[in-house]
Every structure is written in C-alpha cells, then in structure tokens.
C-alpha cells in the first residue's frame, strides 16, 4: 500500500514509516525539521529511513499548503497518517503561536488536502490531553472533552473537530487517535524518560512535579505503532457502529468519523516510573521534588475498551521491559564518557 505520514522525522512518526517500509509499503514522509529539539537526532531518523527503497523523504512546513499538497501529489496515498505537530504542554506557554501556526493551521491543510484526493482511511494523532479535567477514570472516549488545560490539548481538540466536520461534508473516513504518554528509543530528548536516564547517568538531579504524585498511562512506542497500523484497517463509515451495549464507541451519528484511545488502562505513578529507571540503571535518582506545573494533567487512564473491540489489540508491554529497551538504545547512542 502506498502511505503519506506527516512527522516522519518526529519520535512516532519515524517508528510508524519504519514498520511500514520494512513490510514492504510505499512511504512518503513529510517533516519540517524544526528546532524545537535537537534537529541532528531528527536527520538520524530520517537517514535510516532513507536506506529503504520504499522511503521518499520531503522537507517542508504544514502551514505550506502548495509544498504540503505537491509531497501528497507525490504519493498518491492510499492512506493519510498525520503524526507532524507542535508538541508539549510546557513550550505552549512560552511558545503559543506554534501550536496555532502548526496544530490548527497545518492540520486543517492535511485535512482540506484529503477531502480533495479522498484517501481510503485518514488518520490523526491526538493526544490524551484532551481530557483536559476530566475526573472520570478511566477516559473513554465518548466522554466529554471540552476543559483542556493547555493550549496544547485546545489545539489537539480544535483539530478533532475541523476533521469531523470534513468527514461529515466530504465522507472522508477519519479516525482521531489519542495516544498516553508515549516511549522508547529515538524518543524526544524533552521528555521525562530520556532527561530522567541523561540526569541521573550524569549524577545531575531531576525535577520531579507534582511531588511525583502524578500517574500516566505509559504506552510503549511498538505498542502505539501496533494500535495505530491495526486502526487504519479498521475504517470507519456511518454504518459501522459496535453493537450497542458491547462497548462505548465513539464513532459519531452524522459522519464516517471515530475518536480512539491506545493506551494500555495501567497508569503508574511518577515516583514509580522513576524507581523503574533506577532500578535498571542501578543508580539512585538525586529528586528536586516540585509542585504541579501550570497545564499539567494530574492523571491520564485510558480505557482500552474501544480499541479492543475494534482490533482484538491492547497495548502489552510492560513499562520495566520498555524502560530497559530506551536504556539499551541510550547507552548505544550516548555512551558515557
């Protein structure tokens, strides 16, 4: 099959174009390479994407709809995976122009784009983040979701919902993946994992928020790929409602349009995750406990119910066979001097 994913130099969609060219699809990857993180750990992605055949990469911004519409020309995709976003809670409150310039403005060209070429199946990354306040435990997705508590997560929700309303205008089939704290090797030097294992090799301390009370549904990065390639199988049409009574499923009453979580239902708790890591590291963590940050979740808890339905898959692997797999990789790409 001939896929389009953007974001293929980011941490998901690197791993996502990689399963699929070495499965013997046609990938075009479309990314802007921007600074937001170390830029030389995104051409490392992309260099070894490049040694397959099937791989052709195209640099260029989603807010460049000509440049974004001629790379989808290009591929002439059979599916659109649409991984390329401004990411992280934190940055959208320094960086708020980002997350509009990006998440609003390049998804809607992704999204106007596939209602020109009508793709068999488009798929969006969202994010659990969307739950914003939510109480309820665990998050299904039918529940509601208008509180965010970053702009991150408002702009994330904003493109759900522009691409419902094109599903529904234009029958394009879309389904909007919400994916929990994601992991694993090659993932971004931002996140808690990889600044965790360079802290505490280094000896340096870490910050830890929320006096590690937090809890997050950590979803290992082979596990995500695993959720998101069964999903874009499982196209999404009017008339495709589970039984009812069967599960809560998402799929809406006016358009070819589904919202997904791939999340394992095991959130763990901050302080947990980081004895994890000591614990493979055999080194203790130096804790510079701190409060909540503004915009940060207190808990993220998927419900894999709706995904099992849909695919008989749930995310399997556990967080210390995961943690162990970044440290492998880590050790292998930033040995110690």
């Known amino acids: 099959m001939r896929y389009f ?3 293929t130099a980011g941490f998901i969609g690197f791993h996502l174009a990689h399963r699929l060219v070495g499965e013997g699809h046609t990938v075009v990857g479309f990314d802007a390479m921007t600074p937001y993180y170390d830029v030389e750990l995104k051409r490392k992605r992309h260099a070894l994407l490049e040694r397959f055949e099937g791989f052709t990469g195209v640099i260029g911004r989603l807010e460049d709809r000509v440049a974004l519409a001629a790379a989808v020309e ?3 995709p059979d599916v659109i995976l649409h991984l390329a976003a401004q990411a992280g809670v934190r940055y959208s409150l320094k960086e708020p122009r980002s997350y509009i310039d990006s998440n609003l403005v390049g998804s809607f060209n992704v999204i106007d784009i596939a209602r020109d070429i009508q793709p068999q199946h488009l798929l969006i ?3 659990s983040s969307v739950y914003g306040s939510n ?3 665990p998050f299904e997705e039918d529940d509601r979701a208008d509180e965010p508590m970053s702009l991150y997560a408002a702009t994330k929700k904003s493109m759900e919902l522009m691409a419902h309303s094109y599903a529904h205008l234009f029958a394009v089939p879309t389904t909007a993946f919400r994916f929990f704290t994601v992991y694993g090797p090659w993932g971004r030097p931002d996140m808690a994992l990889f600044k965790f294992v360079e802290a505490i090799r280094q000896g340096r301390p870490i910050d830890v928020y929320g006096e590690g009370r937090m809890s997050r549904d950590f979803t290992y990065i082979d596990d995500l790929v695993d959720g998101i390639l069964r999903l874009s199988q499982a196209v999404p049409s009017e008339a495709s409602r589970l039984r009812e009574g069967a599960v809560a499923d998402s799929l809406s009453h006016h358009a070819p349009f589904r919202t997904v979580n791939i999340g394992g239902g095991q959130p763990i708790e901050l302080l947990t995750f980081i004895e994890t890591i000591e614990q493979r590291l055999g080194l203790k963590a130096i804790k510079n406990m701190l409060p909540m940050q503004p915009g940060d979740m207190q808990r993220t808890y998927a419900s ?6 849909l695919t008989s898959f ?3 692997v556990t967080l210390a066979d995961g943690v162990g797999r970044f440290v492998d990789w880590y050790d292998e790409h930033y040995p110690q001097a």
């Open 5 to 7: 994913i953007t974001g």
């Open 74 to 76: 290009t591929a002439k």
């Open 125 to 127: 990354a969202s994010t």
């Open 135 to 137: 109480e309820k435990v």
């Open 304 to 309: 894999p119910d709706l995904l099992k339905a």
């Open 314 to 316: 749930q995310p399997k």
